[in-house]
């Protein structure tokens, strides 16, 4: 969505923003299986007080790890309003929404839980509830119900302990990038591993250096991508122009030069419809 330009912030309010959209970036950053980030920012836009944007890739399986490294992420903003503010509060409501969904899917139809095991629990066409939910609508014992609830939780809160834990470790870091957050409303990935790096050692810094070369190529594969669309459509526009120039010349000129150029223009059509943009 636009920005909203005309929407009054408050000051605490910005503060929030910006420590729980930094506990999102920082727990991403130090799991190695989910997107590079690509910017976070604080400016409203839509619903949205603030949002923490990553890079996508072309993935088509999402393994049980990597579905746990998200759920960390996800929890990241909430666990660190917990931490700088001893307090929370209804910013992380989406979040929660949304790791509750990937973690009931988890347990319900992609086998992911071992207590459960690999069987489908919950109909693909129809909402994933709760498991007592579950139990009324796909003739589950109580006791297969209770066993999904049982995982679900324990699922979401290993997340959320763990989100704890690396924002309790990096909390220096935390500060930091909130208040540069705080300054410019908007970091990039540049920015952000750049002001990172300093305050980071170990198998950390491996994790996070890999993170941000994987960025560095995906921006160079996109740089190139625009850099060739821009060449076809400038190309693609010079055989428009081209075409007008010449049938503007053949209105000027006898019947007989005009059935001679009108042939080059046929080519022309020939030649353009021939050709290809490869990406």
Same mark, same amino acid.
């Given at each position: 969505?636009?920005?909203?330009?005309?929407?009054?912030?408050? *000051?605490?309010?910005?503060?929030? %923003?910006?420590?729980?959209?930094?506990?999102?970036?920082?727990?991403?950053?130090?799991?190695?299986?989910? *997107?590079?980030?690509?910017?976070?920012?604080?400016?409203?836009?839509?619903?949205?007080?603030?949002?923490?944007?990553?890079?996508?890739?072309?993935?088509?399986?999402?393994?049980?790890?990597?579905?746990?490294?998200?759920?960390?992420?996800?929890?990241?903003?909430?666990?660190?309003?917990?931490?700088?503010?001893?307090?929370?509060?209804?910013?992380?409501?989406?979040?929660?929404?949304?790791?509750?969904?990937?973690?009931?899917?988890?347990?319900?139809?992609?086998?992911?839980?071992?207590?459960?095991?690999?069987?489908?629990?919950?109909?693909?066409? !129809?909402?994933?509830?709760?498991?007592?939910?579950?139990?009324?609508?796909?003739?589950?014992?109580?006791? %297969?119900?209770?066993?999904?609830? !049982?995982?679900?939780?324990?699922?979401?809160?290993?997340?959320?302990?763990?989100?704890?834990?690396?924002?309790?470790?990096?909390?220096?870091?935390?500060?930091?990038?909130?208040?540069?957050?705080?300054? +410019?409303?908007?970091?990039?990935?540049?920015?952000?591993?750049?002001?990172?790096?300093?305050?980071?050692?170990?198998?950390?810094?491996?994790?996070?250096?890999?993170?941000?070369?994987?960025?560095?190529?995906?921006?160079?594969?996109?740089?190139?991508?625009?850099?060739?669309?821009?060449?076809?459509?400038?190309?693609?526009?010079?055989?428009?122009?081209?075409?007008?120039? !010449?049938?503007?010349?053949?209105?000027?000129?006898?019947?007989?030069?005009? !059935?001679?150029?009108?042939? +080059?223009?046929?080519?022309?059509?020939?030649?353009?419809?021939?050709?290809?943009?490869?990406?």
């Amino acid at each position: 969505g636009k920005a909203r330009k005309s929407k009054v912030i408050t *000051e605490e309010d910005k503060k929030i %923003t910006a420590y729980h959209e930094i506990g999102h970036v920082l727990c991403s950053m130090f799991l190695g299986k989910v *997107e590079p980030i690509h910017k976070v920012t604080i400016i409203p836009r839509g619903f949205t007080g603030g949002a923490t944007h990553f890079l996508q890739t072309d993935k088509s399986y999402y393994s049980k790890s990597y579905m746990e490294q998200s759920l960390i992420g996800l929890l990241g903003g909430r666990s660190a309003e917990e931490i700088i503010f001893n307090d929370v509060s209804t910013g992380a409501s989406n979040d929660i929404e949304r790791a509750t969904e990937i973690t009931k899917q988890m347990v319900c139809n992609w086998g992911m839980s071992e207590k459960v095991g690999p069987i489908a629990l919950a109909k693909k066409q !129809s909402q994933v509830f709760l498991g007592r939910d579950i139990s009324q609508h796909d003739n589950i014992s109580e006791a %297969t119900a209770n066993l999904i609830d !049982s995982e679900i939780k324990r699922i979401i809160t290993d997340a959320h302990v763990k989100s704890l834990e690396i924002l309790k470790n990096k909390r220096e870091l935390l500060e930091v990038l909130a208040e540069e957050l705080l300054t +410019k409303e908007t970091l990039d990935a540049e920015e952000i591993f750049e002001l990172s790096l300093p305050f980071i050692s170990g198998s950390d810094k491996e994790i996070v250096e890999t993170q941000f070369m994987k960025i560095k190529e995906i921006n160079e594969e996109i740089k190139q991508l625009r850099v060739r669309k821009k060449n076809y459509y400038l190309s693609n526009s010079k055989h428009v122009f081209d075409y007008f120039e !010449s049938k503007k010349n053949i209105s000027n000129m006898d019947a007989s030069t005009s !059935s001679s150029k009108n042939s +080059k223009i046929g080519n022309f059509f020939k030649l353009h419809n021939d050709t290809e943009y490869e990406t």
